[in-house]
Nanobody, 117 residues
């Protein structure tokens, strides 16, 4: 069984920065990518950024140039550096793992990011 533990969220003023971390543990194999999702109140969960096993990265347009995803393979940890935060970035952020079967259906508790304007 795989466990995902997100951390690093908090309250920050608009224009500020935060760095999120997600540590994966358990039966980790066949991972094609790791990603960060977010869910704002009243909205659907969306994929924000992903990093493949080969190191390629993809971002949703709204965070391009502001967020950077990175991964420590040895620690099975993925990070999300968030700069120039905006009020609309306020959400609960979750990490997940992509396998051949798609993104895992089980989610961690997430970490809350609140950006005050």
């Amino acid at each position: 069984q795989v466990q995902l533990m997100e951390s690093g969220g908090g309250l920050v003023q608009a224009g500020g920065s935060l760095k999120l971390s997600c540590a994966a543990s358990g039966s980790i194999f066949g991972i094609n990518a790791m990603g960060w999702f977010r869910q704002a109140p009243g909205k659907q969960r969306e994929l924000v950024a992903e990093i493949t096993s080969g190191g390629s990265t993809n971002y949703v347009d709204s965070v391009k140039g502001r967020f950077t995803i990175s991964r420590d393979f040895a620690k099975n940890t993925v990070y999300l550096q968030m700069n120039s935060l905006k009020a609309e970035d306020t959400a609960v952020y979750y990490c997940n793992l992509l396998t051949a079967g798609g993104w895992r259906s089980t989610w961690g508790q997430g970490t809350l990011v609140t950006v005050s304007s």
